[in-house]
């Protein structure tokens, strides 16, 4: 079984340009999640979709969004790109929603803002 | 607010020594635990879990035991590889469901 695709693998944009990355998860599962990773930071939460819906946000500003497919591929979207969104964005695709349920991470794409 | 806290790395062993990697959370309820290890250049995978008190979660060599009393989930393996060089983060579950990690462990096997 295919593991979680993420495209772009690298990206170099900017500042005050956006961006949309996009995430396939495993087939079958219908929750995927969003992080940042930065050094500084650590893996932050951003947000999670479940059939399509946002179920959870983390703190993050509005040009941080996100949006599910019928097919449970997420993409994402930052606008107004700022030098401190340099990071390493990775989504996780789960079965279903919820706290016990196992994440499985793809291996990222890496934001670079000049 | 939840939170995780683990001890900063790096840290760097002899190959078959033993390791143990420090995480004690903070959080209402019953929270589940994970661990998950981070090689370089790739995404996270879960190495493995526990969902109530008094499990042990347990792969590749690898343990953890939810101590409820403690608020502690701390890593232990007893004879390391240099394979098992990694970065590792211990990351809890709570009531809303959001996954909040630790800042993460840099572990250094020399052989």
């Known amino acids: 079984k295919a593991g979680v695709t993420q495209t772009p693998r690298y990206l170099i944009k900017t500042r005050g340009q956006q961006v949309t990355l996009s995430c396939s998860p495993i087939?079958?599962?219908?929750?995927v999640s969003w992080y940042q990773q930065t050094p500084g930071q650590g893996l932050q939460f951003l947000f999670e979709y479940f059939s399509e819906t946002q179920r959870n946000k983390g703190n993050f500003p509005g040009r941080f969004s996100g949006r599910q497919f019928s097919n449970s591929r997420s993409e994402m979207n930052v606008s107004t790109l700022e030098l401190g969104d340099s990071a390493l964005y990775l989504c996780?695709?789960?079965?279903?929603?919820?706290?016990?349920?196992?994440?499985?991470f793809g291996p990222g794409t890496r934001l670079l803002v000049l | 607010g939840n939170s995780v806290t683990q001890m900063e790395g790096p840290v760097t062993l002899s190959e078959e020594a033993f390791l143990t990697i420090n995480c004690t959370y903070t959080a209402t309820g019953y929270p589940s635990l994970f661990w998950y290890v981070q090689y370089p250049g790739e995404g996270l995978q879960l190495l493995l879990k526990?969902?109530?008190?008094?499990d042990k979660g347990s792969n590749k060599g690898f343990e953890a035991t939810y101590r409820k009393e403690t608020t502690s989930f701390h890593l232990e393996k007893g004879s390391v590889q240099v394979s098992d060089s990694a970065v590792y983060f211990c990351?809890?579950?709570?009531?809303?469901?959001?996954?909040?990690f630790g800042k993460g462990t840099r572990l250094h096997i020399l052989p």
């Open positions: 996780a695709s789960s079965l279903a929603a919820g706290r016990q349920e196992t994440q499985y």
């Open positions: 087939s079958g599962h219908r929750s």
């Open positions: 990351a809890l579950s709570a009531r809303d469901d959001k996954i909040i």
């Open positions: 526990a969902t109530k008190a008094d």
